[in-house]
């Protein structure tokens, strides 16, 4: 799969393309789009690489990250669950970053979080759409959209492909 976007967001133009990768589900991909949309007003590193001098020597790829001028990351952003023993690991190595998780599903937000609440990672925020929105989501995103619309961190308000999409995030603790 491979999702094409044409974004006109936030007063802003851009062009975000995204291609499953072999380990990739195509809910991922579609978070991978989402969290693009969510975090666009950061200069995010949409196709992160273990050769970027900020990943040096890690085992752990962000699905985006910033950074700051002397190369160290202060947004982590990962798009689906993962593993604690990830989490534990790069919220001990990157220990100034801000971590941020999406999930597609709220039951999967409250899983993490009680899951997180019991281990040692503590920076990590935990966000996910709201009952039966993913799925909408789902539903509008094909492989070639235009995207025209305002978001925030915690919320869009986005015409894709003619259609209105407008949601907020749910926070987990």
Not at 11 to 34: E, I, M
Not at 63 to 77: G, S
Not at 89 to 113: C, T, W
Not at 154 to 162: C, D, F, G, K, T
């Amino acid at each position: 799969m491979k999702i094409r976007s044409d974004l006109y967001l936030n007063n802003h133009s851009q062009l975000l393309t995204f291609v499953q990768g072999p380990q990739d589900t195509k809910d991922r991909v579609l978070l991978r789009l989402a969290a693009a949309l969510f975090y666009g007003g950061y200069p995010l590193i949409t196709d992160p690489s273990i050769q970027h001098p900020a990943l040096w020597g890690q085992e752990y790829v962000p699905d985006f990250f910033v950074t700051n001028d002397t190369n160290d990351i202060t947004l982590w952003i990962q798009c689906g669950k993962t593993t604690i023993n990830k989490l534990e690991k790069i919220s001990k190595r990157f220990h100034h970053a801000r971590f941020v998780m999406l999930l597609g599903l709220p039951h999967e937000g409250q899983q993490m979080a009680d899951t997180v609440s019991s281990s040692s990672v503590r920076q990590l925020e935990i966000w996910s759409f709201q009952k039966g929105e993913f799925e909408r989501w789902r539903h509008l995103v094909t492989e070639k959209n235009d995207i025209i619309g305002e978001s925030s961190e915690s919320n869009l308000n986005l015409v894709i492909n003619n259609d209105l999409f407008v949601t907020d995030l749910i926070r987990f603790h």
